[in-house]
């Protein structure tokens, strides 16, 4: 199967236009970027293979889209957590809870099994591997295309990063295309910059390849709760109308409007979806902060 291009959006926040790619609406089963990701399982067929063995985070929006693939392949689903919390485990909800009914089959504080046959496909954690280059490929070409057709010549796009594994090969398609292509600006949201550049270097050796990061000075932690993301994923909700996720996005937007260098060509914020995920830290942030 194939993904229709997703919409670009012109939208307005704290009185600056801005582009949005809505990654978050290429299919309703799978989580944004991680469509991307996977499309080239999507595309191709494997007959030898029968399971998908991977590991994470209870809540990841990999793990999410990747009981959806299985489920259409008609694949069995392992994957590994460290463990899972006991609210989650009485409460299941959000990526956990859609995942189990997709029919994933959890193993908790066990490493994963390095496969030895040819019938397993193991994806790393958040899908960081080289087949993701291919659907990320479509999407800059679709940005390509847009631009086009709307006259762009010059434009800035911005994606906050976990893996990396996104912004990485987008920058490194655009690079590729040459004459005046699109600059990929990005922020680390896992770990810090130096943890972003290792994960650049393990999918891309060449660094004129990688995109450019861009950090706030304060430290960040990966899924605790700020007051200052809670505020801001409020407030574009309610200038844009559009719902972000909770984990990236918020931090993101952050980075990105303290970067007016970056805003002052026409810029493209990528939407990467994970709205599912919000199950779990709206009610987070509500029970904190409201
Ligand atoms: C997975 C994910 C990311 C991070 O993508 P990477 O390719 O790992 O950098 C960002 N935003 C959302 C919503 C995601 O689900």
Redesign the pocket.
């Given at each position: 199967m194939t993904f229709d291009s997703s919409p670009v959006q012109s939208i307005v926040f704290d009185n600056r236009q801005i582009f949005l790619k809505r990654d978050d609406l290429l299919h309703p089963d799978f989580?944004?970027?991680?469509a991307r990701?996977l499309h080239y399982f999507l595309q191709n067929d494997f007959p030898n293979i029968h399971k998908i063995v991977s590991y994470g985070s209870a809540q990841s929006?990999?793990m999410y889209s990747l009981s959806v693939l299985a489920k259409m392949k008609g694949w069995e689903f392992e994957y590994y957590v460290d463990h899972v919390a006991e609210y989650l485990k009485e409460n299941p909800h959000g990526n956990y809870e859609g995942a189990l009914k997709n029919g994933m089959k959890i193993h908790v504080g066990r490493v994963p099994p390095i496969p030895t046959n040819k019938n397993i496909l193991l994806i790393e954690e958040?899908g960081?591997q080289k087949e993701a280059e291919y659907g990320i490929r479509l999407l800059a070409q679709e940005i390509v295309d847009w631009q086009k057709e709307n006259n762009i010549d010059e434009l800035n796009i911005f994606l906050?990063?976990?893996?990396?594994?996104?912004?990485l090969f987008l920058s490194k398609t655009f690079i590729g295309i040459g004459g005046t292509r699109p600059t990929v600006y990005t922020c680390p949201c896992v770990g810090d910059e130096s943890y972003l550049k290792k994960q650049f270097l393990e999918l891309e050796s060449d660094e004129k390849f990688h995109p450019t990061v861009l950090t706030l000075e304060k430290k960040h932690h990966f899924g605790k709760l700020y007051k200052e993301n809670y505020k801001i994923w409020l407030k574009l909700q309610q200038q844009t109308g559009v719902e972000f996720?909770l984990?990236?996005?918020p931090l993101g937007w952050r980075v990105l409007l303290a970067h007016p260098e970056v805003l002052s060509k026409p810029i493209l914020y990528i939407h990467?979806?994970?709205v599912l995920g919000n199950e779990s830290m709206l009610p987070r942030y509500q029970r904190k902060y409201d």
């Open positions: 989580s944004g970027n991680k990701k929006n990999a958040g960081r906050p990063s976990g893996t990396g594994t996104t912004a996720d984990l990236y996005d990467q979806g994970g």
